[in-house]
């Protein structure tokens, strides 16, 4: 049997950080993840914002960037847009190689000093007086792991939650996706991500089209609700219709699910700490997950380290997990469902009045409350929902303007 402090189930950036982090906190770690490759297959666009990598204290590294993103561009339904770059709004992004940064992140783990087992398939967790018992499926037959303290960072399935009784997600919770990474693709600029709203392209969802370079994109969407249309069928009719995929040919797909309904309801227990899509820990109104999930990971792993010198695995130690979680990402992931069913509740017709008054902004030269003025020019009951969603997404600075 092999014995350690803390068990990571799971090597995606959330897992890999936890096992970083408790590892640099004089742990010692075992990084376990069922697949052969780690990165692979992805599950994901790839985006991410800058200010992100700042929070976690990495360096953007050219290896596993695949282009640098400096604007978006929305499409609404009737096929006008609007497009804000970093000189309007100081946001910057990436699109990342997964498949080479993930690796990245679980050498950094093995660097902190986290041993690393591949191939290995967690099976079974059991509870014991030390805390819990792995049985597991390695390339080298069935071995045991026992930890004090377990973190689960297996997937927005977590089956090793589900086996705690901690249920992590449910159909109802997730937004199904369909992605093809594809090359020949003619977007306007490889520096730009593009979105695209509409009923018809996918129901209470988007598509997107995220550049990597030469001519190659992520194509995809996510689409919510009852729908007699599966993910795979809406992005096929997206790529058939859309002019920038008109030529352009798929060298791989990627279908799956994605959590968009906030944190679970426990992401942390006696001896047990969640992180990543396990945990919830997922944008709810685009679906983004790579930084929140991260952050989930060094927050875990931080807790993990501490509790460890503490001798105390308490869910009442380690419900500074959580605290420590909603202040690393502003407490977001738990107020933006509500935000997420707002935007999910345009119609396509709204989109299109949203996108046309968009375009009468100057987003260099606006103020906050200017941008009520515009909001105001909108239908009565367009106006009120996109007031309660500023209130939602921007409380302080609405406040500020309204009182």
């Given at each position: ?202 129901l209470k969802g988007y598509a997107w089209i995220f550049p990597k370079g030469n001519g190659v994109a992520n194509v995809g969407l996510g689409v919510t ?10 992005i096929m009719d997206f790529i058939e219709k859309c002019p920038a995929t008109k030529n352009a040919q798929p060298i791989e797909m990627n279908i799956g699910g994605d959590p968009i ?143």
């Amino acid at each position: 049997m092999l014995k350690t402090d803390v068990v990571v189930i799971g090597a995606g950036p959330a897992g890999s950080m936890a096992a970083k982090h408790a590892a640099l906190g004089g742990a010692d770690v075992v990084l376990i993840d069922k697949k052969s490759e780690i990165g692979t297959p992805k599950r994901c666009a790839e985006g991410v914002y800058d200010e992100g990598f700042k929070w976690l204290n990495i360096e953007p590294n050219e290896r596993w960037i695949a282009q640098r993103i400096y604007g978006a561009t929305l499409h609404s339904p009737d096929g006008n847009s609007f497009t804000v770059t970093s000189e309007d709004v100081p946001v910057q992004g990436f699109i990342l190689e997964r498949k080479v940064f993930d690796k990245h992140m679980a050498m950094d783990a093995a660097r902190a000093g986290a041993k690393i087992m591949i191939k290995t398939l967690v099976t079974d967790i059991k509870r014991n007086e030390n805390g819990f018992i792995l049985s597991c499926d390695s390339i080298e037959g069935t071995i045991e792991v026992e930890a004090k303290i377990a973190i689960c960072a297996d997937g927005p399935e977590s089956i090793m939650a589900k086996k705690l009784g901690i249920n992590s997600t449910t159909p109802q919770n997730m937004m199904s996706c369909a992605q093809f990474e594809m090359c020949n693709v003619d977007y306007n600029d490889d520096e730009k991500i593009e979105f695209y709203l509409g009923q018809d392209v996918a129901l209470k969802g988007y598509a997107w089209i995220f550049p990597k370079g030469n001519g190659v994109a992520n194509v995809g969407l996510g689409v919510t609700g009852n729908t007699d249309k599966t993910a795979y069928e809406y992005i096929m009719d997206f790529i058939e219709k859309c002019p920038a995929t008109k030529n352009a040919q798929p060298i791989e797909m990627n279908i799956g699910g994605d959590p968009i309904n906030g944190l679970i309801e426990k992401i942390y227990d006696d001896n047990l700490l969640i992180c990543g899509d396990a945990a919830g820990q997922v944008n709810p109104i685009e679906g983004g997950g790579i930084i929140e999930g991260m952050l989930g990971g060094m927050a875990a792993g931080d807790v993990a380290a501490k509790a460890i010198k503490e001798e105390n695995y308490s869910k009442e130690r380690l419900h500074e997990y959580y605290e420590k979680y909603s202040e690393l990402s502003f407490n977001l992931i738990e107020t933006l469902p509500a935000a997420r069913d707002i935007v999910y509740s345009f119609t396509d017709d709204e989109y299109n009045k949203i996108i046309s008054v968009a375009n009468t902004i100057d987003l260099k030269n606006i103020s906050k409350r200017d941008v009520l003025k515009v909001v105001f020019k909108l239908p009565p009951t367009l106006t009120t929902k996109l007031i309660k969603l500023l209130k939602i997404v921007f409380p302080k600075q609405m406040k500020s303007i309204l009182f």
